[in-house]
């Protein structure tokens, strides 16, 4: 597609450009053949297996822990409880390390959730251990069921997170309004890989391998809660079977192993098993919001309200920033988000993708979807004509956006001309059928990060940063910007990630990690070469009394400026006339998330257009097709980019139709805690998904243009989805997730 900012990539030094191009994972093969392994493949020798035991109450005090039993069966080398686990200290709030729950466990007897771990049982094999520790008996006193209300208490109080104008008073005076109430309710991330801890203590050490999408967070954090100094932790993630946020930042199981590991001298394993990913390792909290618009008869939009209520722990105070993407989105002098936690009997919440955004979107879209037919508006339209020219709410420019475009060329990819906006009118053999729209939004933004690049006597380049591939391709973009960089074919780039040991990288969240590593790697890239020609220019006879910065390097080769590049010597051969085994680079960018006061809005935006298809007679709804165009920046891999959001489609169509965890209403547990009761979208239910990326290089974020496609795909999707329904059926359907009952009082027929 068109680009409107050339781009100006200064550090390219090669003539056949990588970046951009599709390539296939790096890691493909050993993932299918099975030779990657993930955290629970490691086995060491004398290795034992800790199963924690839950608590089966959602609030009360543990009067008394009977262990006598499971002490006594085959293989159990200990049991711990808080009388023996030891001590574990807390993450200081103003630190930096960031953990979403803050209690350490075992540390008091108060159950706060259900499945709260109250004691953990090691033996020598996990089903000793798991049989062990059914045997283990809790009582409590005080246990009563969860209080898991929505209404706020008095004494919890909305907070404004963005106001302009004076909304209230533009919205009564508003010839048109919508004033609805949207939820959301609790989902729960299902990565196939479960998480999982193998550590290891050599008595001043530790060595632990985690399912994390943040090691240097992960030993930061866990450094500070087991009380040893950063340099003797060591953490290893050397690949993600995925994990939508789950696996951001540490849980308490993580703590348990490193704690038994330490005690007993022994590497010890803990897996936690589905049920208990449905409590102990977070979920996306339910939220409850309000969205208030108003518009003259022109569809402007005069006033824009936002107010949220969300779920959160007693303890921990994880936002669900529903208004994130709602003050820039759309042109209005008058808005007001307002948000407020209400804090409740549940295990904490964390990030899943698009945290904050998505269910956001779903109600603010929704709603731009119910003011369009208040209009008698084209929904398309709409959002054209409420295009802002700066963001708004912090009154700068954008950095590249793009709304515009992704709107004109879904329409027209999808067909959308065709549509007749009467509900039930569009039929096709027998079926009807409803076309849904909404836009999106997702921050783009850099994380911290520091890189190594080595060229390399044997011909080959290695590149090295402390961070992790949660299963987007970030091996493969690594190899991809190294190989441009460079100039050497990818299979020359070994890409060297996963370990807490390596120069500090950034997180898998956000969408960030690509965007981010890119300044980094350009930098040790370009710091690599300069040393390459200095040695060239010191050491090789065919360069001798040439200076360094009369040197070039193109695809792989040193050579005068002035000469071309065919004329000059392979980079092997410079290396071998120094006598050296390589030349190392390394690169540093200050990220941009915590900018105070940032020159520039920077987002990622795109429009997803859906059909649904509905057979009153069967009271059977299918997602038949989506068209989304994505403005993320320059794709450096289209194949892996358009894999993401069709991943990220996939998992919307899920929070539209399925995903939804339900708590029993006597003790918290989860009732749908396993991947048969917990529906989530399937292959055999994912559509015909056409995927168009806009490819407009943001060169203000990095010197690339890429943004972030991990999370872009799933925003706004939902609501693209209840919108088509409501097209089909007449039914609006304002709680997620549509049941079909929902839609079995339809008049369409
Ligand atoms: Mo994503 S929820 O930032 O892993």
């Keep these: 597609m068109s680009t409107d900012t050339p781009s100006s990539d200064k550090t390219a030094t090669t003539s056949l450009p990588v970046i951009g191009r599709s390539a296939t994972r790096i890691d493909g093969p050993l993932k299918v053949s099975g030779v990657a392994r993930y955290s629970s493949d490691f086995h060491f020798p004398g290795m034992l297996y800790a199963v924690p035991v839950c608590a089966r109450i959602a609030s009360g005090t543990i009067q008394s822990i009977d262990t006598a039993a499971a002490a006594a069966m085959p293989g159990v080398q200990k049991i711990y409880t808080r009388e023996n686990i030891g001590t574990f200290y807390r993450v200081p709030k103003s630190s930096k390390a960031q953990i979403d729950e803050r209690r350490p466990p075992l540390e008091d007897d108060e159950v706060r ?66 004033d609805h109430v949207y939820t959301t309710p609790p989902e729960t991330h299902n990565p196939i890989e479960l998480h999982a801890s193998v550590a290891l203590w050599d008595g001043e050490r530790f060595t632990l391998y985690e399912t994390s999408q943040a090691i240097m967070n992960h030993r930061a954090v866990m450094a500070k809660m087991l009380g040893v100094p950063q340099e003797n932790l060591r953490v290893i993630t050397e690949y993600l079977g995925s994990g939508f946020g789950g696996k951001l930042w540490p849980w308490p199981h993580a703590l348990l192993a490193a704690a038994a590991a330490r ?48 779920h959160s722990s007693r303890l921990d105070d994880t936002k669900e920033d529903c208004g994130e993407a709602t003050g820039f989105l759309y042109s209005t002098p008058n808005l007001r988000v307002t948000s407020a936690f209400a804090r409740r009997d549940i295990a904490p919440n964390t990030s899943m993708r698009g945290p904050g955004a998505v269910p956001g979107l779903y109600a603010v879209e929704s709603a731009m979807d119910e003011l369009a037919i208040a209009l008698k508006m084209d929904p398309v339209e709409l959002r054209l004509i409420n295009e802002p020219e700066i963001d708004e709410s912090k009154n700068i420019p954008f950095s590249s956006r793009h709304l515009k475009e992704c709107l004109t060329t879904g329409a027209e990819t999808f067909g959308w001309s065709k549509r007749n906006p009467a509900v039930g009118s569009m039929r096709d053999k027998g079926v009807i059928l409803g076309w849904g729209m909404a836009a999106c939004s997702w921050i783009a933004s850099r994380a911290d990060a520091t890189a190594s690049v080595m060229i390399n006597a044997d011909g080959s380049v290695r590149v090295a940063s402390g961070t992790q591939d949660i299963g987007t391709g970030t091996y493969t973009m690594l190899a991809q910007m190294v190989s441009e960089l460079i100039g050497v074919d990818m299979d020359k780039v070994k890409v060297v990630i996963g370990d807490s040991s390596l120069p500090a990288g950034p997180f898998s969240g956000g969408s960030m990690a690509t965007a981010s590593l890119i300044p980094a790697v350009a930098e040790a890239s370009r710091e690599a070469i300069e040393q390459l020609l200095k040695s060239a220019s010191e050491s090789d006879a065919a360069f001798a ?190 709680d997620l997730p549509v049941h079909v009952e929902d839609l079995l009082v339809s008049k369409v027929a």
Excluded: C
């Excluded at 449905?278 to 979920?283: E, Q, R, T």
């Design 263 to 310: 005690d007993l001298h022994r590497p010890i394993k803990l897996v936690v098993t589905r049920q208990m990913m449905f409590h102990n390792v977070g979920h996306r909290t339910n939220t409850q919001q309000r969205v208030r618009l108003g518009a003259g008869k022109d569809g402007k939009l005069v006033s824009l309200q936002q107010d949220f209520i969300q």
């Design 113 to 178: 959730y259900y499945g709260q771990y109250v004691a953990m049982v090691v033996a020598d094999t996990f089903e000793q251990a798991t049989a062990a520790a059914d045997k283990v008996v809790a009582t409590y006193a005080g246990t009563k069921a969860p209080d898991v209300r929505m209404k706020l208490s008095p004494d919890e109080k909305p907070e404004t997170d963005t106001e302009r104008g004076d909304p209230d008073k533009a919205f009564s005076k508003a010839a048109v309004t919508v």
């Design 545 to 734: 009394k040439i200076d360094a910065d009369e040197l070039a390097f193109t695809d792989g080769r040193v050579h005068r400026k002035n000469e071309s590049a065919d004329r000059g010597r392979r980079f092997e051969d410079v290396l071998a006339a120094a006598r050296l085994g390589h030349v190392e680079g390394s690169g540093k960018a200050k990220g941009t998330m915590n900018d105070k006061h940032p020159k520039y809005s920077s987002h990622s935006y795109g429009a997803h257009f859906v059909e649904v298809s509905w057979e009153p007679a069967i009271a059977q709804l299918r997602v038949r097709r989506v068209v989304s165009v994505i403005d993320a920046g320059k794709i450096i891999n289209p194949m892996t980019g358009r894999n993401q959001i069709e991943g990220a489609v996939t998992m919307g169509i899920g929070m539209a139709l399925f995903e939804e965890t339900r708590y029993d209403a006597r003790n918290g547990m989860a009732i749908n805690s396993n991947l048969a009761d917990y529906v989530m979208v399937t292959h055999a239910d994912a559509p015909d998904i056409d995927v168009v990326f806009l490819d407009y290089p943001d060169t203000k974020l990095n010197e690339m243009g890429a943004r972030g496609i991990g999370e872009i795909g799933i925003a706004g999707l939902a609501a693209a989805v209840t919108a088509a329904v409501h097209h089909a059926t007449g039914i609006r359907v304002r």
